[in-house]
């Protein structure tokens, strides 16, 4: 597509309740990453994918988090049994192999998670 | 220590000032580093990179300094348009962001 695509653009959701949030990358991206910011705060690294692999996953806040990539598209972040604190905005970025950390990156508009 | 820090701000500044913003990394073997700017409920979009020799971009000016592993960025004859937050980043495998410094430009 033209841009980075992120679904829902907003998603409220009852404490405990799973979530799945999804990136659609710039067509022929095949870096694309994750990062989460709270209210007020900087962006928090969570996961970036190398086509389908996630060579770091360090960024993860706890393994009711987890993230896939298929078909070095379509990524989907998953967070189990959610928290009130993982209420915030995720946004997903692309780039083209090996030009993120070079030319930078182009984020998608996130996905708002409200956990109440 | 965080990986990149930055000014906490806010800097409130009249339309037509000059104002600056400094920025230091942690990471000795970061290789690209870039100024993004986040406007309120939007996501961060690339202002400009920042080069060894520092670079200019019209009213904006970037600098980087390797050996105190330091960047900045200058903002000449500010707009109102130019309130926003600006986002240190540094890369190295991936890009680290600051928390990002405030901006205002009043009339």
């Known amino acids: 597509g033209a841009g980075v695509s992120q679904s829902p653009s907003n998603k409220v959701t009852e404490k405990g309740k799973d979530v799945e949030l999804r990136c659609d990358p710039i067509?022929?991206?095949?870096?694309l990453y994750w990062y989460r910011q709270s209210l007020g705060q900087g962006l928090e690294f969570l996961i970036y994918?190398?086509?389908?692999?996630?060579?770091?996953k360090s960024g993860l806040p706890s393994d009711r988090f987890s993230a896939e990539r298929t078909g070095g598209s379509v990524s989907t972040l998953t967070i189990q049994r959610t928290q009130q604190e993982d209420s915030a905005v995720y946004l997903c970025?692309?780039?083209?192999?090996?030009?993120?950390?070079?030319?930078?990156?182009?984020f998608g508009s996130g996905t708002r998670l409200t956990v109440v | 220590r965080k990986e990149v820090e930055q000014d906490p701000g806010p800097f409130n500044v009249p339309e037509g000032a000059t104002v600056a913003f400094n920025c230091t990394y942690s990471?000795?073997?970061?290789?690209?580093f870039f100024w993004y700017r986040q406007d309120c409920r939007k996501e961060p979009k690339l202002l400009m990179s920042?080069?060894?020799s520092g670079n200019e971009d019209g009213r904006f000016t970037a600098q980087l300094n390797r050996a105190s592993q330091y960047i900045s960025l200058l903002i000449r004859d500010s707009k109102l348009s130019d309130s926003a937050t600006y986002l240190c980043?540094?890369?190295?495998?991936?890009?680290?962001f600051g928390a990002g410094t405030r901006l205002t430009v009043k009339p």
């Open positions: 067509s022929g991206h095949t870096a």
């Open positions: 990471n000795s073997a970061s290789q690209s």
């Open positions: 920042v080069y060894s």
């Open positions: 970025a692309s780039s083209l192999a090996g030009t993120g950390a070079v030319y930078g990156y182009t």
């Open positions: 994918f190398q086509g389908n692999s996630a060579p770091d």
């Open positions: 980043v540094v890369g190295h495998n991936d890009m680290r």
